[in-house]
DNA sequence: TAATGACCGATTTGTTCATTCGGTCATCAC
DNA sequence: GTGATGACCGAATGAACAAATCGGTCATTA
């Protein structure tokens, strides 16, 4: 049997990607260091767009598989929700890929990368609403609506790390885990 | 007494930054609309940019007006937190000059824009933030960080309004104000 | 027949030149 | 003499054109 063309060229856009971004990265450049003819990717997939989708839920995978990771089930469920948005925003903030993704987002707005952080945020809300909506059928919280209060928790995160950073300090995981705590598990009325 | 040229300008150029925004307006264009010369303007700011500052420190003193008049006395502290963040919310989508500015902050990057924008994003926390700390002295609410507090109040009220009509479905004044209480003042635990 | 890379049209990039803009200051009107 | 002005300046921006690059195709090849 030849080599498996398929992963080569899986392997070289994941690298490609990662390190130039999407706009940045050509075909033949990938076809280059997939040590493949550029006409062999076309074989697999129909455009660029179609690779970069692969290599992406490859990604997000893998990331959803980290995010389970993380949990503990000895704690409890608000605990391992914490646990999980901070390994999540950590593979954001650490990921290669994702780094350049976001950065791509910001500054060049790459009409397909905009599609794709889109995909990615979607992704990871229908993760956290499915652990939500769990914890309502546990009665480990009060009723609401899964996928609004994921999405509030994610967006109260990433404001948490990477919005307060901005403007003021920098907060520890703990200090996270006791906001969270108190915001949206405790409540603010006495 | 001749004209009072310092108010035809501040005129003309909120006037013109309303309509074309900062980067699209000319000194040229404001004096012709103030009817005045351009050496004029430069007798009372130093640039473009200290006139900019001067419109829209205006724009925030209407704001936070329009905020305080949101009030109502009768009722409880968070019902009028969310009353104040809500008009707050309803001037940035509906004040011409904010609007222009967002749309310009976004997509154009103007650097005096982006600069001017975290100044309005300042003083609304800080408007907020000072409602949160007598809130806490008089035992309203339990003890926290009134500047975290008031920037996660705000960073909330953009992804209930903004960000969430924007993916699914837009929420009500009413809605809001349920999920204000539900998330951050009571909690979601029993 | 699976793999390839020369080739194609479209888009992007680089370059040059003309225009516009923010800011100054000599002149003017009173 | 003084406050107001607009012609003028260099720098920055934008238009226009040429050159290079890129995504995608397909006739050829091994």
Known sequence: MSVDRKKLIIEA???????????????????????????TIYTFY???????????????????????????????????????????????????????????????????VLEIVEEIENAIISFIAEKINIAIQKKYIKDCDPELTAFLMLKMYITLIVDWERIRKPLSKEEIAELFDLYLFKGLSF
């Open 13 to 39: 856009a994941t690298k490609s990607f990662s390190l130039f971004g999407y706009k940045a990265t050509t075909m033949d450049q990938v076809a280059k260091i997939a040590n493949v003819g550029k006409g």
């Open 46 to 112: 129909a455009n660029k767009e179609e690779l970069f989708k692969e290599i992406v839920d490859n990604m997000i995978v893998e990331m959803e598989k980290e995010a389970n990771d993380a949990i503990n089930p000895e704690q409890p469920f608000m605990e391992n929700l914490h646990l999980t948005l901070y390994r999540l925003l950590e593979f954001r903030r650490e990921h290669q890929l994702m780094i350049k993704l976001f950065q791509e987002e910001r500054e060049i707005r790459t009409p397909a």
